[in-house]
């Protein structure tokens, strides 16, 4: 699976849109972008993912570039309780029996 | 619908004693994982299983066992547990069409 690169922390102030990048310059045409996020030591969740187009569900945006080397994760209006660490995978399909390889992710603080 | 669940919770161990983690869904998912994280770290996989009766190694499957004698059940072994397993403990599992992992709570174990 490629490899992702995030920013270690970002901040946000509370309301306003986050914007998290990923880069994922090695990614495969096969491969997927998913994000997950942890909040406080508890079992990751689920929060969108996408292949080459644009996605949109009730928690988040994946903006995906066209050469597919980067993708955004923008959650339009932050709360305090969106302050957890976030996690950009790349994952392939067939043979990868949906395992996720995670890197360190970027920790979000949203702040009053 | 109760997701995945993990029993137990939290344990201590002392070096050399054997434990059992339980990872338990109600899904109806064919692929269950087994994941570990340490301190600050990302989360790494130990173990998967892509259907009742079958397993494979993941990432870092050195000391564990696990068997999947049945689709909603896929446990955790330790055979000589080492300070080295102290970790969180996190179970997964997901649809056949890799759309959304779901993870459960998380087992903290220490091992003195």
């Known amino acids: 699976d490629a490899k992702t690169t995030q920013p270690p922390s970002m901040d946000c102030a509370e309301g306003r849109a986050a914007n998290l990048p990923c880069n994922h310059s090695?990614?495969?045409?096969?491969?997927?972008v998913y994000w997950y996020r942890q909040i406080h030591s508890q079992g990751p969740q689920y929060i969108i993912h996408?292949?080459?187009n644009n996605e949109t569900n009730e928690m988040a945006s994946l903006i995906i570039t066209e050469d597919r080397k980067s993708s955004t994760l923008i959650l339009p209006h932050a709360t305090l309780r969106d302050t957890a660490v976030y996690y950009c995978?790349?994952?392939?399909?067939?043979?990868?029996?949906?395992?996720?390889?995670f890197g360190q992710g970027t920790i979000l603080t949203v702040h009053p | 619908n109760a997701g995945v669940t993990q029993t137990p919770k939290f344990r201590v161990l002392k070096t050399g004693q054997s434990m059992t983690l339980l990872c338990a869904q109600d899904?109806?998912?064919?692929?269950m994982y087994w994941y570990r994280q340490d301190p600050g770290m990302g989360l790494r996989l130990i173990h998967y299983?892509?259907?009742?009766?079958?397993?494979a190694k993941g990432e870092v499957p050195d000391g564990y066992n696990v068997s999947r004698l049945k689709k909603q059940n896929f446990l955790l072994g330790l055979e000589s547990a080492a300070p080295s397993q102290t970790s969180v403990y996190f179970c997964?599992?997901?649809?056949?069409?890799?759309?959304?992992?779901?993870f459960g709570p998380g087992t903290r174990l220490t091992v003195l």
């Open positions: 996408g292949l080459k």
């Open positions: 299983s892509v259907g009742e009766g079958t397993t």
């Open positions: 899904m109806n998912h064919e692929y």
């Open positions: 995978i790349v994952r392939g399909g067939g043979t990868s029996y949906g395992k996720l390889t």
């Open positions: 090695t990614i495969s045409g096969n491969e997927y």
């Open positions: 997964a599992s997901v649809d056949s069409y890799y759309n959304e992992q779901f």
